[in-house]
């Protein structure tokens, strides 16, 4: 439209999407009063930057789902009465997560964590909460129920119609049916996914292994260890970062956490793994990026707390291991 030509439409896409990730990770980090620095530290993780160098729609994912869980810490947080402006605002972000990936709208169950103080009474606190919550949900169910008719077994997917047409060999996945029907079968599929891709979710979570790069330019195992040391210390309390949930929530938090992690296994058992698997093919640790918040949040306690101020230490931490990756990356090609 703008006359552009083929370079720089690819070019502006990559500055766009990286500018739209950019202010949203930002706007969540100074929204939520609570963990601030665990927020900052996924945002610098290696694979995080390789999404928000790229076109890839993950990085609307993330930063709206980091966006939609600090506006949820906050309304948990704060006392005075909840305003149509602070609703409003979870809602809306709520229903523009739900379309991109239906899972990560489960951070939306958060919203039972605000204190029915901050509403007139307790029965508009349900009532509101109760709509808050099912938003999303109906944006999902009117966007998306050809695939959950499918998912469920229902109806019959494209490739599934392929092969009945005569159109070639179509590998058959599970179907929600063959995992209730045997609920050993899902326990042990699950489970044996954690003992065969648990590493492998790791290297592809903090990035030491980026996108679909060769294998040579995988970063070795300590570079995985130290960024996720650094993860580790952005837990800790600090005197910019020092608010802790109370129990409750933070057991809410890591169940959400749970529930999501095994949803996203879910889908990509039933639509990418072969049935002949005895474990779960497809799931990527960058999934895991957009409920990140949720696990370290949850496991931050009172206990863990350093005397000094530790964001300009993880700023310049992650710097350094971030251009000793590139330029690993560039000497093997070389």
């Excluded at 160098?53 to 309304?75: E, I, K, N, P």
């Excluded at 998306?144 to 077994?153: A, D, F, H, R, S």
């Excluded at 639509?271 to 999934?287: A, F, K, L, M, S």
């Excluded at 949850?298 to 251009?323: D, E, K, Q």
């Amino acid at each position: 439209m703008i006359g552009l030509n083929a370079f720089w439409v690819y070019t502006l896409g990559m500055v766009f999407n990286l500018f739209y990730g950019a202010v949203l990770i930002i706007l969540s980090v100074r929204i939520t009063p609570v963990g601030k620095k665990i927020f900052m530290a996924i945002a610098l993780l290696p694979m995080t930057l390789h999404l928000l160098g790229s076109h890839s729609y993950d990085v609307g994912t993330l930063g709206l789902a980091f966006l939609l869980t600090a506006l949820l810490l906050r309304a948990m947080r704060r006392e005075e009465k909840i305003t149509v402006k602070e609703l409003l605002c979870i809602g809306i972000v709520g229903c523009l997560l739900a379309p991109c990936k239906t899972v990560y709208s489960l951070i939306i169950f958060l919203a039972a964590l605000i204190p029915a103080s901050r509403f007139a009474s307790k029965g508009r606190a349900i009532a509101v909460k109760v709509v808050i919550i099912a938003l999303p949900f109906v944006v999902i169910a009117l966007l998306q129920l050809p695939g959950i008719l499918t998912m469920l077994g229902i109806t019959s997917s494209a490739a599934q119609a392929a092969e009945a047409s005569g159109g070639g060999d179509v590998v058959q996945t599970y179907v929600l049916g063959d995992l209730i029907a045997d609920p050993g079968l899902a326990v042990s599929l699950f489970i044996n996914t954690f003992f065969v891709k648990g590493w492998e979710y790791l290297l592809t979570f903090v990035g030491s292994a980026l996108g679909w790069l060769q294998g040579n330019l995988i970063a070795p195992e300590y570079f995985t260890l130290m960024l996720l040391c650094l993860l580790g210390l952005s837990i800790a309390r600090s005197p910019e970062d020092k608010g802790v949930l109370p129990p409750k929530a933070r057991v809410l938090l890591f169940v959400v956490f749970a529930i999501a992690m095994l949803a996203i296994m879910l889908a990509l058992c039933l639509d990418h793994t072969p049935n002949t698997y005895d474990y779960i093919e497809g799931v990527q640790g960058r999934y895991f990026l957009q409920i990140a918040p949720l696990l370290l949040i949850a496991l931050r306690g009172s206990a863990f707390c350093v005397s000094r101020r530790m964001t300009f230490t993880l700023i310049i931490s992650f710097i350094a291991l971030n251009a000793t990756y590139i330029g690993f990356i560039f000497t093997r090609l070389l």
